[in-house]
Protein backbone atom coordinates (compact mmCIF):
# COMPACT_ATOMS: atom_id res chain seq x y z
CA UNK A 1 0.00 0.00 0.00
CA UNK A 2 1.54 3.34 -0.95
CA UNK A 3 1.29 6.32 1.66
CA UNK A 4 -0.89 8.92 1.33
CA UNK A 5 0.71 12.70 0.52
CA UNK A 6 0.15 14.95 3.73
CA UNK A 7 -2.49 16.60 1.94
CA UNK A 8 -4.45 13.35 1.45
CA UNK A 9 -4.36 12.54 5.00
CA UNK A 10 -7.96 12.86 6.95
CA UNK A 11 -8.65 16.09 8.35
CA UNK A 12 -10.71 14.72 10.97
CA UNK A 13 -11.43 11.20 11.94
CA UNK A 14 -14.74 9.46 13.97
CA UNK A 15 -14.18 6.86 16.76
CA UNK A 16 -16.75 4.68 18.04
CA UNK A 17 -15.70 2.82 21.44
CA UNK A 18 -13.13 4.75 24.09
CA UNK A 19 -12.13 1.30 25.31
CA UNK A 20 -8.30 0.93 24.88
CA UNK A 21 -8.20 0.47 21.27
CA UNK A 22 -10.64 3.26 20.27
CA UNK A 23 -7.91 5.55 22.75
CA UNK A 24 -5.31 4.30 21.78
CA UNK A 25 -6.22 4.93 17.71
CA UNK A 26 -7.28 8.65 18.83
CA UNK A 27 -3.93 9.22 20.18
CA UNK A 28 -2.04 8.01 17.25
CA UNK A 29 -3.84 9.93 15.15
CA UNK A 30 -3.87 12.92 16.94
CA UNK A 31 -0.40 12.78 17.06
CA UNK A 32 -0.45 13.05 13.50
CA UNK A 33 -2.62 16.60 13.62
CA UNK A 34 -5.79 15.00 12.97
CA UNK A 35 -8.94 15.87 14.65
CA UNK A 36 -10.09 13.53 16.62
CA UNK A 37 -14.24 12.59 17.23
CA UNK A 38 -14.48 9.98 19.82
CA UNK A 39 -17.77 8.88 20.26
CA UNK A 40 -19.06 6.64 23.34
CA UNK A 41 -22.36 5.00 24.70
CA UNK A 42 -21.16 4.67 28.33
CA UNK A 43 -17.75 6.13 29.63
CA UNK A 44 -14.07 5.60 28.75
CA UNK A 45 -13.08 2.20 29.74
CA UNK A 46 -16.26 1.11 30.84
CA UNK A 47 -16.46 -2.44 29.36
CA UNK A 48 -13.90 -4.88 28.59
CA UNK A 49 -10.85 -2.91 29.39
CA UNK A 50 -12.05 -1.29 32.57
CA UNK A 51 -12.57 -5.10 34.14
CA UNK A 52 -9.59 -6.78 32.60
CA UNK A 53 -6.79 -8.68 34.46
CA UNK A 54 -3.86 -6.24 32.70
CA UNK A 55 -1.85 -8.75 30.86
CA UNK A 56 0.93 -7.31 28.43
CA UNK A 57 2.11 -10.53 28.39
CA UNK A 58 3.01 -13.30 25.32
CA UNK A 59 3.37 -16.26 27.76
CA UNK A 60 0.22 -17.97 26.80
CA UNK A 61 0.37 -17.58 23.14
CA UNK A 62 1.23 -20.41 20.84
CA UNK A 63 3.20 -19.55 17.32
CA UNK A 64 1.32 -17.73 14.86
CA UNK A 65 -0.16 -14.09 14.20
CA UNK A 66 -1.69 -13.86 17.82
CA UNK A 67 1.95 -14.46 18.96
CA UNK A 68 3.75 -12.32 16.39
CA UNK A 69 1.21 -9.46 17.46
CA UNK A 70 1.45 -9.99 21.14
CA UNK A 71 5.46 -10.06 20.59
CA UNK A 72 5.12 -6.44 19.11
CA UNK A 73 2.84 -5.36 21.39
CA UNK A 74 4.97 -6.07 24.48
CA UNK A 75 7.73 -3.98 22.37
CA UNK A 76 5.61 -0.92 22.06
CA UNK A 77 4.66 -0.70 25.65
CA UNK A 78 7.99 -0.75 26.44
CA UNK A 79 8.81 2.00 23.65
CA UNK A 80 6.01 4.17 25.11
CA UNK A 81 7.09 3.62 28.85
CA UNK A 82 10.44 5.00 28.20
CA UNK A 83 9.48 7.90 25.89
CA UNK A 84 7.72 9.02 29.25
CA UNK A 85 3.84 8.18 27.87
CA UNK A 86 3.46 5.29 30.16
CA UNK A 87 5.90 5.96 32.69
CA UNK A 88 4.59 4.65 35.95
CA UNK A 89 1.92 3.01 34.43
CA UNK A 90 3.47 -0.20 32.71
CA UNK A 91 5.51 -3.05 35.06
CA UNK A 92 7.61 -4.97 34.04
CA UNK A 93 7.98 -8.65 35.40
CA UNK A 94 8.31 -12.08 34.35
CA UNK A 95 5.21 -14.77 33.78
CA UNK A 96 5.71 -18.31 35.45
CA UNK A 97 3.80 -20.91 33.81
CA UNK A 98 3.67 -23.48 36.55
CA UNK A 99 2.85 -27.45 36.17
CA UNK A 100 1.80 -29.41 39.00
CA UNK A 101 1.37 -32.87 37.17
CA UNK A 102 2.87 -34.90 34.51
CA UNK A 103 0.35 -34.18 31.67
CA UNK A 104 1.27 -30.17 32.64
CA UNK A 105 4.58 -30.56 32.23
CA UNK A 106 4.06 -32.64 28.89
CA UNK A 107 2.19 -29.55 27.73
CA UNK A 108 4.37 -27.09 29.28
CA UNK A 109 7.23 -28.63 27.44
CA UNK A 110 6.04 -28.44 24.42
CA UNK A 111 4.99 -25.03 24.94
CA UNK A 112 8.38 -23.53 26.17
CA UNK A 113 9.71 -25.21 23.32
CA UNK A 114 7.53 -23.52 20.79
CA UNK A 115 8.07 -19.66 22.37
CA UNK A 116 11.93 -20.30 22.08
CA UNK A 117 11.26 -21.28 18.29
CA UNK A 118 9.41 -17.89 17.95
CA UNK A 119 12.43 -15.89 19.79
CA UNK A 120 10.77 -15.37 22.89
CA UNK A 121 13.59 -15.21 26.20
CA UNK A 122 12.60 -18.36 28.60
CA UNK A 123 14.06 -20.55 31.36
CA UNK A 124 13.09 -23.74 31.97
CA UNK A 125 13.14 -24.28 36.29
CA UNK A 126 12.94 -27.72 37.88
CA UNK A 127 12.06 -28.88 40.99
CA UNK A 128 14.82 -27.76 43.01
CA UNK A 129 15.66 -24.55 40.99
CA UNK A 130 11.71 -23.48 41.40
CA UNK A 131 11.68 -24.00 45.11
CA UNK A 132 14.70 -21.61 45.43
CA UNK A 133 13.33 -18.74 42.83
CA UNK A 134 9.48 -19.03 44.03
CA UNK A 135 9.66 -20.55 47.81
CA UNK A 136 6.02 -19.67 48.34
CA UNK A 137 4.67 -21.93 45.50
CA UNK A 138 3.41 -25.12 46.52
CA UNK A 139 5.59 -28.14 47.03
CA UNK A 140 3.39 -29.89 44.24
CA UNK A 141 4.87 -28.09 41.63
CA UNK A 142 6.93 -30.35 39.17
CA UNK A 143 8.38 -27.38 36.98
CA UNK A 144 7.54 -24.02 35.72
CA UNK A 145 8.72 -22.28 32.42
CA UNK A 146 9.89 -18.36 33.12
CA UNK A 147 8.79 -16.03 30.48
CA UNK A 148 10.93 -12.98 30.51
CA UNK A 149 9.98 -9.38 29.70
CA UNK A 150 6.77 -9.26 29.89
CA UNK A 151 4.53 -6.62 32.03
CA UNK A 152 1.28 -5.49 33.10
CA UNK A 153 -0.93 -2.52 32.97
CA UNK A 154 -4.10 -1.44 34.25
CA UNK A 155 -6.70 -0.86 31.05
CA UNK A 156 -8.60 2.27 32.61
CA UNK A 157 -4.81 3.97 33.41
CA UNK A 158 -3.58 3.66 30.03
CA UNK A 159 -6.77 5.07 28.15
CA UNK A 160 -6.68 7.98 30.67
CA UNK A 161 -3.02 8.76 30.08
CA UNK A 162 -3.36 8.50 26.11
CA UNK A 163 -6.92 10.23 25.79
CA UNK A 164 -5.47 13.50 28.27
CA UNK A 165 -1.98 13.05 26.14
CA UNK A 166 -3.77 13.57 23.61
CA UNK A 167 -6.20 16.49 24.52
CA UNK A 168 -9.27 14.08 23.49
CA UNK A 169 -12.64 15.21 24.30
CA UNK A 170 -14.75 12.29 24.65
CA UNK A 171 -18.38 12.94 23.27
CA UNK A 172 -20.27 10.52 26.05
CA UNK A 173 -23.73 8.72 26.30
CA UNK A 174 -23.70 9.23 22.35
CA UNK A 175 -24.91 5.82 21.17
CA UNK A 176 -24.15 5.21 17.66
CA UNK A 177 -27.76 4.48 15.58
CA UNK A 178 -26.34 4.20 12.08
CA UNK A 179 -23.53 5.86 9.65
CA UNK A 180 -23.79 8.61 7.20
CA UNK A 181 -23.88 7.25 3.85
CA UNK A 182 -21.10 8.99 1.34
CA UNK A 183 -22.17 10.52 -2.20
CA UNK A 184 -19.72 7.93 -3.57
CA UNK A 185 -22.02 5.00 -1.92
CA UNK A 186 -18.76 3.21 -1.59
CA UNK A 187 -17.81 5.03 2.11
CA UNK A 188 -19.28 6.62 4.89
CA UNK A 189 -19.12 10.36 6.31
CA UNK A 190 -19.97 9.57 9.69
CA UNK A 191 -22.26 8.17 12.20
CA UNK A 192 -25.72 9.02 13.58
CA UNK A 193 -25.91 9.09 17.40
CA UNK A 194 -29.03 9.45 19.46
CA UNK A 195 -27.67 13.08 19.52
CA UNK A 196 -27.48 13.84 15.89
CA UNK A 197 -24.96 13.63 13.30
CA UNK A 198 -20.94 13.36 13.99
CA UNK A 199 -18.92 13.51 10.48
CA UNK A 200 -15.40 13.02 9.63
CA UNK A 201 -13.36 11.92 6.73
CA UNK A 202 -13.02 8.23 7.81
CA UNK A 203 -14.64 5.97 10.87
CA UNK A 204 -13.38 3.85 13.00
CA UNK A 205 -15.44 1.35 14.76
CA UNK A 206 -13.57 0.01 18.10
CA UNK A 207 -16.86 -0.61 19.91
CA UNK A 208 -16.59 -4.33 21.26
CA UNK A 209 -19.28 -6.65 21.18
CA UNK A 210 -21.63 -3.89 19.98
CA UNK A 211 -18.99 -3.43 16.82
CA UNK A 212 -21.13 -6.62 15.51
CA UNK A 213 -25.04 -4.90 14.92
CA UNK A 214 -23.37 -2.05 13.25
CA UNK A 215 -21.20 -3.42 10.55
CA UNK A 216 -23.26 -7.25 10.43
CA UNK A 217 -20.44 -8.80 12.29
CA UNK A 218 -23.29 -10.10 14.77
CA UNK A 219 -22.91 -13.81 13.84
CA UNK A 220 -19.23 -13.75 14.00
CA UNK A 221 -18.83 -11.39 17.58
CA UNK A 222 -19.61 -12.90 20.87
CA UNK A 223 -19.56 -12.12 24.53
CA UNK A 224 -17.56 -13.94 26.41
CA UNK A 225 -17.87 -13.88 30.91
CA UNK A 226 -14.87 -13.37 32.68
CA UNK A 227 -14.73 -13.74 36.42
CA UNK A 228 -12.09 -12.20 38.19
CA UNK A 229 -11.10 -12.11 42.01
CA UNK A 230 -9.37 -9.29 44.09
CA UNK A 231 -7.76 -10.26 47.65
CA UNK A 232 -6.52 -7.84 50.55
CA UNK A 233 -3.29 -6.63 50.70
CA UNK A 234 -0.28 -9.13 51.88
CA UNK A 235 2.95 -7.54 51.31
CA UNK A 236 5.37 -10.17 52.49
CA UNK A 237 3.60 -13.39 50.41
CA UNK A 238 3.30 -10.58 47.41
CA UNK A 239 6.62 -9.55 48.08
CA UNK A 240 8.03 -12.96 47.77
CA UNK A 241 6.66 -13.47 43.72
CA UNK A 242 8.64 -12.37 41.16
CA UNK A 243 6.12 -12.27 39.52
CA UNK A 244 2.90 -13.43 37.35
CA UNK A 245 1.73 -17.25 38.12
CA UNK A 246 -0.08 -18.78 35.30
CA UNK A 247 -1.07 -22.62 35.81
CA UNK A 248 -0.41 -24.96 33.39
CA UNK A 249 -4.12 -25.58 32.95
CA UNK A 250 -4.48 -21.98 31.72
CA UNK A 251 -3.35 -23.21 28.45
CA UNK A 252 -5.95 -25.93 28.10
CA UNK A 253 -8.36 -23.09 29.20
CA UNK A 254 -8.26 -20.70 26.00
CA UNK A 255 -10.50 -22.14 23.14
CA UNK A 256 -12.15 -24.69 25.33
CA UNK A 257 -15.95 -23.41 25.18
CA UNK A 258 -17.96 -25.70 23.69
CA UNK A 259 -18.83 -24.75 19.70
CA UNK A 260 -20.94 -26.99 18.94
CA UNK A 261 -24.86 -27.74 19.96
CA UNK A 262 -24.42 -29.48 23.50
CA UNK A 263 -24.52 -27.33 26.85
CA UNK A 264 -21.89 -24.34 26.82
CA UNK A 265 -18.82 -25.29 28.38
CA UNK A 266 -16.86 -23.10 31.15
CA UNK A 267 -13.49 -22.44 30.69
CA UNK A 268 -11.30 -22.54 33.86
CA UNK A 269 -7.83 -21.67 33.99
CA UNK A 270 -5.58 -19.55 36.95
CA UNK A 271 -3.65 -16.33 36.97
CA UNK A 272 -2.36 -14.88 40.21
CA UNK A 273 -0.83 -11.98 39.63
CA UNK A 274 0.82 -10.04 42.72
CA UNK A 275 -0.09 -6.09 42.12
CA UNK A 276 1.95 -3.41 43.11
CA UNK A 277 -0.74 -2.79 46.06
CA UNK A 278 0.91 -5.47 47.72
CA UNK A 279 -3.01 -7.19 46.46
CA UNK A 280 -3.24 -10.16 44.68
CA UNK A 281 -5.50 -10.10 41.39
CA UNK A 282 -6.80 -13.90 40.47
CA UNK A 283 -8.33 -15.40 37.53
CA UNK A 284 -10.25 -16.43 35.87
CA UNK A 285 -12.86 -18.14 33.70
CA UNK A 286 -13.59 -18.14 29.66
CA UNK A 287 -17.93 -18.14 29.56
CA UNK A 288 -20.19 -18.38 26.90
CA UNK A 289 -23.36 -18.19 28.58
CA UNK A 290 -24.64 -16.85 32.39
CA UNK A 291 -25.18 -13.48 33.29
CA UNK A 292 -21.78 -11.37 32.22
CA UNK A 293 -22.01 -9.13 34.84
CA UNK A 294 -22.36 -11.30 38.00
CA UNK A 295 -20.28 -13.68 39.91
CA UNK A 296 -21.45 -16.74 40.93
CA UNK A 297 -20.12 -18.99 43.92
CA UNK A 298 -19.49 -22.10 41.88
CA UNK A 299 -16.66 -20.32 39.59
CA UNK A 300 -15.17 -18.35 42.48
CA UNK A 301 -14.85 -21.08 44.95
CA UNK A 302 -13.02 -22.76 42.15
CA UNK A 303 -10.92 -20.23 41.43
CA UNK A 304 -9.90 -20.29 45.66
CA UNK A 305 -9.44 -23.48 45.61
CA UNK A 306 -6.56 -23.72 42.63
CA UNK A 307 -5.30 -20.82 43.84
CA UNK A 308 -4.78 -22.03 47.27
CA UNK A 309 -3.48 -25.27 45.41
CA UNK A 310 -0.85 -23.26 43.91
CA UNK A 311 -0.08 -20.86 46.40
CA UNK A 312 -0.90 -22.09 49.97
CA UNK A 313 -0.55 -18.78 51.46
CA UNK A 314 -3.26 -17.01 49.83
CA UNK A 315 -5.20 -19.78 52.57
CA UNK A 316 -4.53 -16.56 55.13
CA UNK A 317 -5.66 -13.54 52.52
CA UNK A 318 -8.72 -12.45 52.96
CA UNK A 319 -11.13 -12.03 49.17
CA UNK A 320 -11.99 -8.33 49.35
CA UNK A 321 -13.96 -8.56 46.13
CA UNK A 322 -15.22 -10.13 42.90
CA UNK A 323 -15.71 -8.89 39.47
CA UNK A 324 -16.96 -10.36 36.20
CA UNK A 325 -17.30 -8.77 32.32
CA UNK A 326 -17.62 -9.28 28.84
CA UNK A 327 -14.91 -9.65 26.47
CA UNK A 328 -15.40 -9.43 22.46
CA UNK A 329 -14.60 -13.18 20.78
CA UNK A 330 -14.21 -13.70 17.12
CA UNK A 331 -15.04 -17.01 15.82
CA UNK A 332 -12.04 -18.16 14.60
CA UNK A 333 -10.24 -16.90 17.43
CA UNK A 334 -8.27 -13.74 15.76
CA UNK A 335 -9.45 -10.05 15.99
CA UNK A 336 -10.82 -8.46 13.28
CA UNK A 337 -8.17 -5.77 12.22
CA UNK A 338 -8.96 -3.80 8.93
CA UNK A 339 -11.05 -1.69 6.81
CA UNK A 340 -14.53 -3.05 6.40
CA UNK A 341 -15.32 -5.04 3.24
CA UNK A 342 -16.95 -2.35 0.47
CA UNK A 343 -16.30 0.11 2.25
CA UNK A 344 -13.53 2.58 1.40
CA UNK A 345 -13.09 4.58 4.59
CA UNK A 346 -14.70 2.06 7.12
CA UNK A 347 -12.55 0.70 9.71
CA UNK A 348 -13.04 -1.84 12.38
CA UNK A 349 -10.87 -2.88 15.46
CA UNK A 350 -12.31 -5.36 17.89
CA UNK A 351 -12.80 -9.12 19.38
CA UNK A 352 -9.72 -8.94 20.98
CA UNK A 353 -11.09 -11.49 24.38
CA UNK A 354 -8.25 -11.00 26.92
CA UNK A 355 -5.68 -10.01 24.34
CA UNK A 356 -7.18 -6.11 24.09
CA UNK A 357 -4.68 -4.88 26.87
CA UNK A 358 -1.73 -6.47 25.54
CA UNK A 359 -2.31 -5.30 22.05
CA UNK A 360 -4.58 -2.08 22.35
CA UNK A 361 -2.07 0.29 22.19
CA UNK A 362 -0.05 -1.56 18.84
CA UNK A 363 -3.89 -1.71 17.12
CA UNK A 364 -4.21 1.47 17.50
CA UNK A 365 -0.93 2.43 15.94
CA UNK A 366 -1.60 0.04 12.86
CA UNK A 367 -4.98 1.45 12.35
CA UNK A 368 -3.81 5.08 12.44
CA UNK A 369 -1.28 3.84 9.61
CA UNK A 370 -4.88 2.31 7.88
CA UNK A 371 -6.32 5.18 8.23
CA UNK A 372 -3.63 7.39 6.78
CA UNK A 373 -3.71 5.20 3.60
CA UNK A 374 0.31 3.89 4.69
CA UNK A 375 1.48 0.65 5.28
CA UNK A 376 0.60 -0.90 9.26
CA UNK A 377 4.04 -2.11 10.75
CA UNK A 378 2.48 -5.55 11.75
CA UNK A 379 1.16 -7.82 8.92
CA UNK A 380 -2.78 -7.80 9.60
CA UNK A 381 -3.58 -9.95 6.93
CA UNK A 382 -4.71 -12.73 9.14
CA UNK A 383 -6.80 -10.35 10.87
CA UNK A 384 -8.29 -8.98 7.59
CA UNK A 385 -12.12 -8.77 8.46
CA UNK A 386 -12.90 -9.80 4.69
CA UNK A 387 -12.26 -12.76 5.38
CA UNK A 388 -16.29 -13.77 6.86
CA UNK A 389 -16.87 -12.29 3.11
CA UNK A 390 -19.24 -8.78 2.70
CA UNK A 391 -21.47 -7.04 5.55
CA UNK A 392 -24.76 -4.93 5.68
CA UNK A 393 -23.64 -1.98 7.73
CA UNK A 394 -26.35 -0.21 9.61
CA UNK A 395 -27.53 2.98 8.12
Known sequence: MRARSLSSLPSAVVIVGSGIVG???????ARRGIEVRLVEAVAPAAEATGAADGAVSVASKRPGPMMEAALAGVRLYRELESEGLFSGFFKTRSTFIVAASQAECAVLEAHSAALA??????????????????????????MAVEVHDEGHAIGYQIVHRLLTAAGIVVHRGAVVEGFLPSSSGNGVRGVMTKHGPVEGDAVVVAAGTGSG?????????????GQLLVTERAPELNAGLPGAIMS?????????????????????????????????LIGGTREDHGDRTLNDVEAVAKILRDAVALLPGLANVRLLRSFAGSRTAVADGLPLIGRVPGRDNLFVATGFEGDGICLGPLTGKVVADLVCGEA????LRPFDPARFGACEVAA
Open 213 to 225: ALLGFSDVLTPRK
Open 248 to 280: GRYLLSKGSQNSGHGAPARGLGLVIDPLRTGQF
Open 376 to 379: PSLD
Open 117 to 142: GAGVRIDILQHEELRQRMPAVSGEAM
Open 23 to 29: AATAYFL
